[in-house]
């Protein structure tokens, strides 16, 4: 298994941007988190979905952030419009059958740079 | 809300020496406590996790301690290597409650 992947590993955009981060998630795993991490504020969990829906949003910062998932094997948080403080890294995770008691598999993450 | 709280932010240590990382929660209905190692430029992964029936859980070098009275938890990492040096994160979660991450450990492990 390759592991929970996302794209792209670095993005750079600018102020106002429209940004795009994806994943894909292990086959198999019912549910996805999406997390951010700064120095400031460590890992923070920004929305999971299980089983392709999405179950707590309450970490999303603001209504820039978007988050969908079409299918089991593809999720995608959009930011529109990014703004600087928006820099960080974003990991993408997944996890088989309840989330509280199983493993988390991460992702390598996407370093976004927003100028 | 921050639900888990841990320290020390970073933490430098002499190769052979013993870190220890601690972790503190607040919710009572959080019943597992697992650990995640992230080394630069990857992804976090699951190191060790404990539930709090037991009061210590060991794999190899790694042991959690957990107070379950106290609300905390603790990693030890005996005789410390350099290729311990990572970002240590505990976590805590319950079945009404995803899993939370404490701030994080940047750990060094001097040769």
């Known amino acids: 298994d390759a592991g929970v992947i996302q794209s792209p590993r670095h993005e750079v955009t600018e102020m106002g941007q429209e940004v795009t981060l994806r994943c894909k998630p292990i086959?198999?795993?019912?549910?996805l988190f999406w997390y951010r991490q700064t120095m400031m504020r460590g890992l923070e969990l920004l929305i999971y979905?299980?089983?392709?829906?999405?179950?707590?949003d309450s970490g999303m910062p603001e209504d820039r952030f978007s988050a969908k998932m079409p299918n089991a094997s593809f999720s995608t948080l959009k930011i529109q419009p990014s703004e600087p403080r928006d820099s960080a890294v974003y990991f993408c995770?997944?996890?088989?059958?309840?989330?509280?008691?199983?493993?988390?598999?991460f992702g390598p993450g996407t370093r976004l740079t927003v100028l | 809300q921050q639900q888990v709280k841990q320290s020390p932010q970073s933490l430098i240590v002499q190769k052979g020496g013993i870190s220890i990382i601690n972790c503190a929660y607040e919710?009572?209905?959080?019943?597992?406590f697992p650990w995640y190692q992230q080394f630069p430029g990857k992804g976090p992964a699951l190191l060790i996790a404990?539930?709090?029936?037991?009061s210590e859980k060991k794999e190899g070098r790694f042991t959690i301690s957990f107070n379950k009275s106290a609300k905390q938890f603790s990693l030890h990492i005996m005789d410390s290597q350099p290729g311990d040096s990572a970002t240590y994160f505990c976590?805590?979660?319950?079945?009404?409650?995803?899993?939370?991450f404490g701030a994080g450990t940047r750990l060094t492990v001097k040769p």
């Open positions: 995770a997944s996890s088989p059958g309840l989330a509280a008691y199983n493993e988390q598999f």
């Open positions: 086959s198999g795993h019912d549910y």
């Open positions: 979905f299980n089983n392709n829906v999405p179950i707590d």
């Open positions: 919710n009572t209905a959080f019943d597992y």
């Open positions: 404990i539930r709090p029936d037991v």
């Open positions: 976590a805590a979660s319950s079945l009404r409650n995803d899993m939370r």
